[in-house]
């Protein structure tokens, strides 16, 4: 069974009113997304892995010791990623549901605290990689950043939001200012009905 590219949940520009560009979109859906499916195909084609689904791909063959992962992991898991990350946003972002807004402030004081350690969070991953708001296995509600391609699947913990902070979701419209990326992702890109929707 192999993997598809999926499409856009909304247009290539439908997001660049609120700070993220046709240009990035174009780069970022269009090429880097769908390498990682073709190269994930290529990896898995002829494997034990060949009909198994992205979340049983990633949980087996994540290595907890390795410091660098398998290439099948690398593309498989950032295949996920962003089949994710461009369901968490939406033109203008959302309203924030009631229900999220009293479980973030019981989590982390405030919303706008929220804000600012899941921006810490991204800003501070050093390289590539990957900021989170998850869900625990306790049912606890905790930021964390992962590097390259790792997600809280590996840890049993189910994605409620992730933002790429890797060069290729930022440059073109930020440069090397990924702080002020990850605020106007916070601010004016995440649909937050989507992230309600996965706690």
Same mark, same amino acid.
């Given at each position: 069974?192999?993997?598809?590219?999926?499409?856009?949940?909304?247009?290539?520009?439908?997001?660049?009113?609120?700070?993220?560009?046709?240009?990035?979109? !174009?780069?970022?859906?269009?090429?880097?997304?769908?390498?990682?499916? *073709?190269?994930?195909?290529?990896?898995?084609?002829?494997? !034990?892995? !060949?009909?198994?689904?992205?979340?049983?791909?990633?949980?087996?063959?994540?290595?907890?010791?390795?410091?660098?992962?398998?290439?099948?992991?690398?593309?498989?898991?950032?295949?996920?990623?962003?089949?994710?990350?461009? !369901?968490?946003?939406?033109?203008?972002?959302?309203?924030?549901?009631?229900?999220?807004?009293?479980?973030?402030t019981e989590s982390f004081g405030s919303?706008?605290?929220?804000?600012?350690?899941?921006?810490?969070?991204?800003?501070?991953?050093?390289?590539?990689?990957?900021?989170?708001?998850?869900? *625990?296995? *306790?049912?606890?509600?905790?930021?964390?950043?992962?590097?390259?391609?790792?997600?809280?699947?590996?840890?049993?913990?189910?994605?409620?939001?992730?933002?790429?902070?890797?060069?290729?979701?930022?440059?073109?419209?930020? #440069?090397?200012? #990924?702080?002020?990326?990850?605020?106007?992702?916070?601010?004016?890109?995440?649909?937050?009905?989507?992230?309600?929707? #996965?706690?």
């Amino acid at each position: 069974m192999a993997f598809s590219l999926p499409d856009l949940p909304y247009a290539h520009d439908a997001l660049a009113e609120s700070g993220m560009s046709k240009e990035t979109l !174009e780069y970022h859906h269009d090429i880097h997304h769908k390498a990682y499916v *073709d190269n994930g195909n290529k990896l898995i084609a002829g494997t !034990e892995w !060949e009909n198994k689904s992205l979340e049983e791909i990633i949980t087996g063959t994540y290595n907890k010791t390795a410091v660098a992962q398998n290439g099948i992991f690398n593309n498989i898991s950032q295949l996920w990623n962003h089949n994710q990350f461009w !369901e968490m946003m939406a033109p203008g972002g959302t309203k924030m549901p009631g229900e999220l807004e009293k479980a973030l402030t019981e989590s982390f004081g405030s919303v706008a605290k929220f804000k600012e350690d899941f921006a810490a969070a991204g800003a501070g991953q050093f390289g590539s990689g990957w900021a989170w708001l998850v869900k *625990d296995k *306790d049912g606890a509600l905790k930021i964390t950043k992962t590097e390259n391609g790792v997600n809280p699947l590996c840890f049993g913990q189910t994605a409620l939001l992730g933002c790429d902070v890797w060069e290729h979701s930022y440059y073109i419209d930020f #440069r090397n200012k #990924r702080p002020a990326y990850l605020t106007n992702f916070l601010d004016n890109l995440v649909s937050w009905e989507n992230v309600a929707s #996965r706690m």
